[in-house]
């Protein structure tokens, strides 16, 4: 099979650049079948080489050229394909790495990775997190991290008002929906409350309904967090990637915190969505 390589300067609006492999047939395809499809590689112009090599990668996965979980043309083939250097498809592929969109495994290569479902949380109703994925049809489940029952730290005294000596009901785990770890959450209740954490089942305000405890209010802060080592093994995306770390206090009606909860999300595939309506202008004026 006779293969060459060409290059063209297409001069439409912008000029672009295009790299292909052409087949003797015609063809124009890679030797996995798949990477190029039958379109020349188009590297997008402007900024560094590795960023449009970068760029081109994204825009294939977007439009579906490139599957989830489909491998990458070794460094070498794709520095022949985008007639850069190796040192350029380095650059580009550990940035996509480091973005999550692409896998290296050692000894077999680097992949597509597997695409994240993105999640939209609203941030005015207070919901779990089973109701959150009951209601956009997306199964849940969980993974044991820890449960059990503790002596209190002095930050869980005081957030969880407890008396000096009362125990604590700690609750982690990791979230899931299907095989894609979505989130870790770390709990702590009064022991009083949740005297034998293993009975929670799939959904602690479900538990906590059943006795007439589930929190009517809560305050949440979330802050922008690199996922660290442990983390991010657990939730499957590379150390240091964009997480949220989330903190919720929830209240019952009666003003008593029951819930000291403590997430980190991943970045990639949650946005939390807030309403926001025109304020009285006048409200929060200095007299
Ligand atoms: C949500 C809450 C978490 C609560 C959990 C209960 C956030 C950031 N966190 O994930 O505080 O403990 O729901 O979910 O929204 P469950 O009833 O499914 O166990």
Known sequence: MVR??????????????SVGIVLAEGNVTDQSGNM?????????VGGPLYLQLKRWIEDAIK????KPGDALPSERDLALRADVSRVTVRKAVQQLVQDGVLVQRHGSGTFVAAQTPRVEQ???????????MARRGMSVRAEWLDRG???????????LGLSSG?????????????????????????????????????SLY????????????????????????????LLQVPVGSAGLHIERISYLATGRV????????RGDTYDFVAELRLGDPSAGAKP
Not at 4 to 17: G, K
Not at 63 to 66: A, E, L
Not at 210 to 223: C, H, K, S, T
Request: aromatic share 8%.
């Open 4 to 17: 060459y390589w060409y290059c063209a300067l297409m001069a439409r609006a912008a000029p672009i650049i």
């Open 36 to 44: 190029f499809g039958d379109s020349p590689l188009v590297l997008p």
């Open 63 to 66: 439009r579906g050229t490139i």
């Open 122 to 132: 609203s941030l005015s109703q207070l919901t779990s997190f089973t109701e959150d």
């Open 149 to 159: 029952v503790y002596a209190a730290s002095p930050e869980e005294t005081v957030i």
């Open 166 to 202: 009362e125990q604590v009901a700690r609750i982690a785990r990791l979230r899931l929906t299907g095989d894609m770890p979505l989130a870790i959450e770390r709990a702590s209740l009064s022991a009083s409350v949740l005297p034998e954490p293993t009975e929670i089942g799939d």
């Open 206 to 233: 479900k538990y906590l309904d059943r006795f007439g405890v589930r929190p009517v209010r809560a305050i949440q802060r979330i802050r922008a967090a690199n996922i660290a080592e442990a983390d991010a093994h």
């Open 258 to 265: 029951i819930e000291l909860t403590r997430s980190i999300y």
